[in-house]
């Protein structure tokens, strides 16, 4: 599952769907029993951008998701989860980790993209969701950054 732009409750009610549990409602008190008892533990559960979920940059949903979903998951419904997250989490910090290096090639069109004060102010935007019309007019004035539809 892919959690960008997704609050920690979007991730469980998909989470909740895909072990065809039916939605506990607003409350959701006994999410985790009725999890484990839908078989969680028997699949893994893959969260792909953990670090991106939420609606902002300064989101809190991250910590959030680990914290409130993924912790009770793995601790008390014997789930077994990979979550992709910023190495630095301090709610990962019991988990079993791996670190990847990043590579040291720089993707193509970053050193214009760097030298575009319009385009920087787009990948720093604090709404994730800039609508594509936006970078669309970005990548027709700047072409070499290597944008397209």
Do not use: Y
Not at 97 to 117: C, D, K, M, N
């Amino acid at each position: 599952m892919d959690a960008t732009g997704l609050t920690a409750e979007e991730i469980l009610g998909k989470i909740l769907d895909a072990f065809e549990v039916s939605d506990l409602g607003f409350q959701r008190v006994d999410w985790v029993w009725a999890l484990e008892r839908a078989g969680v533990g028997s699949r893994p559960l893959l969260i792909a951008n953990s670090q991106r979920a939420g609606r902002t940059r300064q989101s809190i949903q991250p910590s959030r998701v680990i914290k409130r979903v993924l912790g009770p998951l793995v601790m008390e419904a014997g789930a077994k989860v990979i979550v992709e997250s910023h190495p630095e989490d301090r709610w990962l910090r019991d988990w079993l980790t791996l670190h990847l290096e990043a590579s040291a090639v720089s993707p193509p069109g970053l050193v214009v993209a760097r030298s575009q004060p319009a385009l920087r102010a787009l990948a720093f935007a604090e709404l994730r969701w800039t609508p594509f019309p936006v970078w669309s007019s970005r990548g027709r004035r700047h072409s070499a950054c290597g944008l397209s539809r």
